[in-house]
């Protein structure tokens, strides 16, 4: 594991990254980066999903919706489906980019902060410390 400040540029690293992707809808990427509270999470793609990660490392969180154009495809857009966070949660159907970010923004896991640098298995031992 490395500093919380590499981590924010292993963030931003992979937002830049999906700004040149054909993956995944680039309207898409460009209203999540926007939004703060997501702009600080790990994000990656997935079946042409936009996930969200509260780590920076494989194995990523999976305690966050995520968005997926209803019409598969590279770099296909809306209407969306938001889901999560697991794949049997279904949320709902969005029109738009903006509204499909909103409802993800809306089910935010509490204290949803900068993404950790390391893995999930780090981030749950370093919370369990914290709880003490």
């Known amino acids: 594991m490395t500093t ?3 981590g924010a540029d292993k963030v931003e690293a992979a937002w830049q ?15 999540a980066h926007a939004e703060p509270q997501l702009r600080q999470l790990f994000p990656w793609i997935g079946m042409w999903e936009l996930h969200f990660s509260r780590c920076t490392e494989l194995r990523w969180t ?7 154009p209803t019409a598969a ?10 889901e ?3 794949r ?3 949320i709902g159907k969005a029109d738009t980019a903006q509204e499909a ?26 919370e369990s410390r914290r709880k003490l």
């Not at 990254?17 to 209203?31: I, M």
């Not at 999976?62 to 997926?68: E, H, L, M, Q």
């Not at 495809?73 to 938001?82: D, E, Q, T």
Request: overall charge negative; glycine content about 10%; hydrophobic content about 35%.
């Open 88 to 90: 049997t949660q279904k």
């Open 101 to 126: 970010v909103a409802m993800v923004v809306e089910r935010l896991p509490a204290n949803c902060g900068p993404a950790f640098n390391g893995t999930s298995e780090e981030l749950e031992a370093y």
């Open 73 to 82: 495809g590279p770099g296909h857009a809306g209407p969306y489906y938001v």
């Open 84 to 86: 999560g966070p697991s």
């Open 17 to 31: 990254k999906l700004f040149a992707s054909d993956q995944v809808s680039a309207e898409l990427v460009a209203e």
């Open 62 to 68: 999976w305690d966050v919706p995520y968005i997926g």
């Open 4 to 6: 919380n400040a590499s």
